[in-house]
């Protein structure tokens, strides 16, 4: 068998491995789930305030009932509206209510009064673009105006210290005076100059970051923006929990956050892309991915957040998603199986942030850029009911009558909410599902996958359950109106009944189903113990015919690449006397035994593909075993 044949038969194997190991590779959300559900059940809800908010979300945002988990939360609040004090903890806890429709004002109050002037080192300046020559007044809203010559682009402040008297931009504490707070309006008045493009800029060492600017204009209000609220974490946790609840013009942290980034933080530039929508940002992270994997440092919860500022629908958020799906274990004899790392909050954040409807309300990237790319000056413009995002718009979306997306962009809308249509008050604009005349349902089919249709008022409702494990201990499931009642208790049975027994007609009967071990399932089915019931087993191709598949393939690749060859008959060649011969000299191997025949070199470059076989079925084996 030739080196060639060898090659393709490999190659072969190898194609055949990986086809069999991406086909098992799917996402099995509801293993998620259950996974989630369970391991917050089993510790009574008592977890961390990141562990608890992610869970909360994940399993709200899939249909369950997650009242013991808010109550939970709610439980761990202080009096002041925060959790522990600390502004992380409160930021996710603000985000996990607003989404579950609580009431957050006391906690976003809290969080905002948190919000203090970042002690920066840098300058904050105003550059003023024209070819004429004249004069402007620079001061703060309420302070006195400060007058500068300006000489085509050169304005009477000597910020290069060259002793000329003029620079290229006004130093606002420097050269204007101006005593700066957390938020400012700076107002830039030009009637003695005529109209020129003004721009709001904070300098930091080599870096200038443009925060604001007005075009071809005599009048321009910059708006300063220079608050954080202690450190870079909590700044970022912070400003994202006002996005997600609609609170943008609250954000007075983006100057901070830009002109502080850390060294090679994957976090800190999808915050600030999710902020600003500013491509510096996206094109860092695309960058940052590893192009084969598709990971971003082949980390979980960094590579789930980057996928959702990037879109779960761009060719990095599509690559690092296959990532994550051949991150979950899918060993269903594991007490691991459905989750991610065996951790609680990287599964509910995957799972919540990449696999769930709606998931995180974000800004969709390449929305309200401004022709810079700095994100910070949005300009009005667009047509609402184009079903296209403009400059001036939330969204621009259209629904089928059950409320699900057809087509357009509400991705900025939460799970509360939907995109207003053309014509009514508020038009592309997201708005309270509550406060928008819905179309009147007949069936369930009207409404959307987690609602049904209430005969009596004809309108779409939640459901708070669809079977009885989503509902507390003590409830079951309504099928009628989707919602989780007192269990019925049968007073003919007054002693109770053992598990997996039920009180019908004043005795104990078995609960058809009922199960603890696959034992007491049929052979088509298996034992579902997270709500000890019998369920059809599922679907796919059984492992264990995968592994003989590639054992077989592996053994017969092995044994025509190292059947024995012919032995080929070659001419002799005469030495002249003297002569040495041209090749080297052969060695003899020891006799083990007295039947055996002469023992025949392999070369080492036969050994060396030897190895690297043992070496790919090793890793086939290894990989097999992880699923």
């Not at 990141?50 to 009242?67: H, P």
């Not at 995957?350 to 309300?361: C, K």
């Not at 007949?442 to 049904?452: A, R």
Request: glycine content about 8%.
């Amino acid at each position: 068998m030739g080196f060639s044949t060898k090659i393709i038969t490999i190659t072969i194997f190898l194609i055949l491995f990986l086809e069999f190991t991406d086909a098992a590779n799917d996402v099995n959300l509801n293993a998620g789930l259950k996974w989630i559900n369970k391991s917050s059940v089993e510790r009574n809800w008592d977890l961390s305030i990141d562990e608890l908010t992610y869970s909360i979300l994940a399993l709200s945002s899939n249909g369950y009932n997650v009242k013991n988990g808010i109550d939970k939360l709610k439980s761990k609040q202080s009096g002041d509206g925060s959790w522990n004090n600390r502004v992380y903890d409160t930021s996710l806890a603000i985000i996990a209510l607003h989404e579950n429709n609580e009431n957050v004002d006391s906690s976003v109050n809290w969080l905002l009064s948190q919000e203090i002037k970042a002690e920066n080192q840098g300058s904050w300046l105003v550059e003023i673009k024209t070819d004429q020559v004249g004069s402007c007044t620079v001061s703060s809203r309420n302070g006195n105006p400060v007058n500068f010559e300006v000489n085509k682009s050169r304005v009477s402040c000597d910020v290069d210290n060259n002793g000329d008297g003029y620079g290229n931009w006004i130093d606002l504490e420097g050269c204007a005076g101006l005593t700066l707070n957390k938020k400012e309006e700076i107002i830039v008045n030009c009637n003695n100059l005529g109209n020129a493009d003004i721009y709001l800029i904070y300098n930091l060492g080599n870096s200038y970051y443009l925060l604001d600017e007005k075009f071809n204009t005599n009048f321009a209000t910059l708006v300063l923006q220079n608050a954080y609220f202690g450190d870079f974490d909590s700044t970022a946790y912070a400003s994202w929990a006002l996005k997600i609840i609609g609170k943008s013009n609250e954000i007075n942290t983006i100057s901070y956050l830009s002109s502080n980034l850390r060294q090679n933080k994957v976090l800190d530039r999808v915050f600030l892309y999710m902020l600003t929508n500013d491509n510096v940002y996206s094109d860092w992270l695309l960058k940052r991915q590893n192009n084969f994997t598709g990971s971003w440092e082949a980390n979980v919860f960094n590579t789930a957040f980057s996928i959702t500022a990037l879109g779960e629908g761009s060719q990095a958020g599509s690559k690092g998603i296959n990532w994550l799906k051949n991150e979950q274990n899918l060993n269903n004899a594991s007490a691991r199986y459905g989750s991610w790392n065996n951790d609680l909050r990287d599964t509910s954040f995957v799972i919540w942030g990449i696999f769930s409807e709606g998931g995180i309300n974000i800004p969709s990237p390449g929305s309200n850029i401004s022709s810079n790319n700095t994100g910070f000056n949005f300009t009005s413009g667009g047509v609402c009911g184009n079903k296209i995002l403009d400059l001036n718009e939330d969204c621009d979306a259209k629904y089928a009558t059950n409320g699900e997306l057809i087509e357009g962009d509400a991705n900025r809308c939460s799970l509360g909410e939907r995109c207003v249509k053309p014509g009514e008050v508020d038009e592309c604009q997201c708005r309270s599902i509550s406060q928008i005349q819905e179309i009147p349902c007949t069936t369930d089919e009207n409404c959307g996958s987690k609602q049904y249709c209430d005969r009596n008022t004809l309108t779409c409702m939640d459901k708070e359950c669809t079977r009885d494990d989503e509902c507390d201990i003590g409830e079951e499931c309504d099928l009628e109106k989707f919602e989780c009642i007192k269990s019925v208790i049968d007073e003919g049975c007054p002693e109770g009944c053992d598990n997996g027994y039920k009180c019908q007609d004043n005795r104990c009967v078995a609960i058809l189903g009922y199960c603890t071990t696959k034992d007491e399932c049929d052979k088509n089915e298996e034992c579902d113990t997270s709500i000890n019931r019998c369920v059809p087993k599922k679907s796919g191709f059984p492992w264990w015919i995968i592994t003989i598949i590639v054992l077989a393939v592996a053994g017969i690749v092995l044994f025509f690449a190292f059947k024995k060859k012919p032995a080929k008959t070659k001419p002799q060649i005469i030495l002249d006397k003297g002569q040495k011969p041209m090749m080297r000299p052969a060695f003899r191997m020891e006799q083990t035994g007295p039947n055996q025949g002469q023992e025949q070199r392999r070369d080492v470059y036969d050994e060396r593909i030897e190895s690297e076989l043992d070496k790919s079925i090793k890793r086939a084996k290894e990989l097999l075993g992880k699923k």
